[in-house]
């Protein structure tokens, strides 16, 4: 590869570059979040006509991903990172004025997208920029994700809450995204592949492997989201107006053990930090279900998100270092399989909690995190 964007630029600064990378797309996918009662009740939609549109999104990230690792390749990670930034800044302000649901759909469909092209992206950027450092980075970059999902949350809900009419309160958001990408856009990488790269590729060999444990630990993460709230409802009895308590104590637990995280993976390895957060996972787990009571459940909430914290950044790094496909292939194949494992989640779960129960499904939760730990003989790269 070679560089052929000549942009002063430092290894330090390169990663604090990354670091505002996985910060802008947190951000703004969570800016959406709060505005969606307004964008139903704009868009005159029911619950079902919501659940269809909201599904663009889903369906605008799973197209984008596998092009991005090709765009990338050949035009570098800045330009790709920068068009998708601008991308979703222009569609954000649209979600909150669409005034019916094809309008809606369609920058859903954009604003997916953008974020999906970035997410696989930043992940290309990060790997060469860790490997690079010679040291472990990729959990702490990762932490900057979570970092502006609460931030972007806290600010919207904070403007809409403070009267902000939903389109300045986005306005606002894209300020604060225009502003990071301004400072940093200049210190992302402009490397570009001489090759050819074709646009998709499958995932094999151990890029295959990699993928299915994205696929099971983004499926946890999404478990947490979307039924977390539930299982405290109708499971341990708790009002359900504290229920999202569960969701709070995992995604700050995660944030704090991804900042954490660098220094544990450089002390112990890679892999035993894998075995040892798929065991406090399905620790975790196991204490959601058999807790007697909310308090030492919401500790299993705790847990999880302890135990889940480093397994994807270990796998973006394991991406890196592989050799059965080229990186620019194998980091977006990664982020579709595990994407692919938060839009899926919600309806596996429900499917096995109908048929069964919602402790029965949390159980095969439980053990499909726990073959993450035995996965780990495989994954040595």
């Known amino acids: 590869m070679q560089d052929r964007t000549r942009v002063p630029s430092t290894p330090s600064l390169q990663q604090h570059a990354t670091r505002a990378a996985f910060f802008m797309p947190g951000f703004a996918i969570a800016a959406w979040a709060p505005l969606v009662p307004f964008a139903k009740a704009r868009a005159g939609l029911d619950e079902a006509m919501l659940g269809m549109v ?39 302000p649209v979600l909150a004025i669409a005034p019916n649901a094809v309008v809606l759909g369609l920058a859903l469909f954009v604003f997916g997208a953008a974020i ?32 502006g999902g609460f931030a972007g949350a806290a600010a919207m809900t904070a403007l809409l809450s403070a009267g902000a009419v939903p389109v300045w309160a986005c306005v606002a958001a894209v300020v604060v ?21 074709p646009a998709f590729a499958w995932p ?19 478990a947490m989201l979307d039924w977390g709230a539930v299982f405290l409802d109708q499971a341990k009895d708790m009002d ?40 406090v996972a399905f620790a975790g787990f196991a204490v ?32 890196g ?38 402790q029965f499904a949390f159980w095969c939760l439980a053990f499909s995190v726990l073959g993450v730990a035995l996965a780990t003989r495989w994954l040595r790269v």
Request: glycine residues 12%; charged residues 10%.
């Open 54 to 92: 909201l599904l663009c999104l889903g369906a605008g990230s799973l197209l984008a991903m596998p092009m991005a690792g090709a765009l990338a390749a050949r035009q570098g990670c800045r330009r790709v990172m920068l068009a998708a930034m601008l991308a979703a800044c222009a569609a954000l």
């Open 116 to 147: 999906g092209a970035m997410d696989c992206t930043m992940n290309l950027q990060a790997v060469v920029v860790e490997r690079e450092s010679g040291r472990a980075l990729m959990s702490g970059f990762h932490a900057f994700y979570s970092i």
């Open 177 to 197: 995204v225009l502003a990071l990408v301004g400072v940093a856009f200049r210190h992302w990488r402009g490397e570009r592949v001489d090759s050819d790269v």
């Open 204 to 222: 094999r060999g151990i890029v295959l492997l990699v993928g299915v444990v994205c696929f099971v630990m983004f499926l946890a993460e999404g």
């Open 240 to 279: 359900p107006a504290r229920a999202g308590l569960g969701y709070v104590a995992f995604s700050l637990a995660m944030t704090v053990a991804r900042l954490t995280g660098d220094g544990v993976v450089q002390a112990v390895g890679a892999m035993r930090a894998v075995v040892a957060g798929a065991l």
């Open 288 to 319: 959601i279900v058999l807790a007697p009571g909310v308090t030492v459940a919401l500790l299993g909430f705790v847990l999880v998100g302890i135990g889940c914290a480093n397994i994807v950044p270990v796998m973006f790094t394991a991406a």
């Open 321 to 358: 270092r592989q050799t059965a496909m080229p990186e620019s292939l194998a980091i977006p194949a990664i982020s579709t399989l595990g994407y692919a494992g938060v839009l899926a989640g919600p309806a596996l779960i429900g499917f096995v909690a109908h048929g069964t129960s919602l």
